[in-house]
């Protein structure tokens, strides 16, 4: 029989969620050679296709300042009174479109205690056409409760030789092959990106005028792009400095890091690590470039 509970738990980007679209995907294809990648079904996948849902957590904010510490609500795991919302219980009731809902709650470790205790009924007895899948670092990261109803699938990094061309990505020598992926769809944007953490660390020895300037095409730049992406590419940039002043360097950015999952805006913490790193520099008597 098919495991209809499923935890998918490894590191961040090693393929946790492709191999869930995948899944759902092989599971409604149409044809002998599932997935086939051409028929009704596949065609869909992953962003139009009725059948397949992913709960991420949301923003929340407090005070009208946007906070960057995530979770999922209650609200989007199971219907309440005065919410219009379709959480994830009643979607996976509704007959699939195709033949087999698959709902993905990502980021499992962010889920509240009323939302994850509100789910474990649904999580021990789903429809039979129905399929869910946890994803989670550990199953030490999410409820004992919610761990021990699923059947557990563990991710590991991969070999990357296949994503050669992509050089000199930092997730390259990390393994992690969801960001490779992502990084290879968009591969201007990330050339640009890379051009733009350059160009800020060769201005951390300008004058300030222009150090600033070169922090502020990289921000806007971080807005279009997944934070963390560009926090390691600033990382791999400065691992070429002396060690001591890297790991000054380094802990100036486990500081900013901090401070952009907190609540400081993003403009500001750029501007504080820019400040903090050229501080750094001149007292190293160190010159980029
Ligand atoms: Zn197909």
Request: charged letters at 25%; one cysteine or more; glycine letters at 6%.
């Amino acid at each position: 029989m098919r495991a209809r509970s499923l935890l998918f738990v490894g590191p961040s980007s090693t393929g946790r969620r492709l191999i869930a679209e995948w899944y759902a995907s092989y599971l409604n294809c149409e044809n002998r050679d599932a997935p086939c990648g051409h028929c009704s079904s596949c065609q869909r996948f992953p962003s139009d296709h009725p059948d397949f849902l992913v709960i991420a957590p949301g923003e929340t904010t407090s005070g009208g300042r946007l906070k960057r510490k995530r979770e999922i609500r209650i609200g989007q795991l199971v219907s309440r009174t005065g919410e219009d919302n379709q959480p994830l219980s009643h979607w996976l009731e509704q007959r699939p479109l195709f033949k087999h809902k698959v709902g993905v709650i990502d980021q499992a470790e962010t889920l509240t205690l009323s939302a994850a205790n509100a789910f474990l009924k649904m999580l021990e007895e789903p429809p039979s056409y129905t399929s869910i899948i946890l994803i989670a670092p550990s199953p030490q990261a999410i409820l004992p409760t919610l761990a021990s109803r699923c059947t557990v699938v563990r991710f590991g990094t991969v070999d990357t030789d296949l994503y050669r061309d992509l050089a000199p990505h930092p997730d390259l020598r990390l393994g992690r092959i969801g960001k490779l992926e992502t990084a290879r769809q968009d591969l201007d944007n990330f050339r640009e990106l890379q051009h733009q953490v350059h160009d800020f660390v060769l201005g951390l020895s300008k004058d300030l005028a222009i150090s600033l300037e070169a922090a502020e095409t990289l921000q806007k730049a971080w807005d279009n792009t997944e934070e963390s992406r560009s926090a390691d590419l600033l990382r791999d940039e400065l691992r070429g400095l002396p060690a001591v002043l890297y790991a000054q360097a380094e802990d100036a950015l486990a500081r900013f890091e901090e401070a952009l999952s907190a609540y400081v805006s993003a403009e500001l913490a750029v501007s504080a690590l820019t400040l903090e790193l050229r501080s750094l520099f001149r007292s190293a008597g160190y010159k980029a470039g």
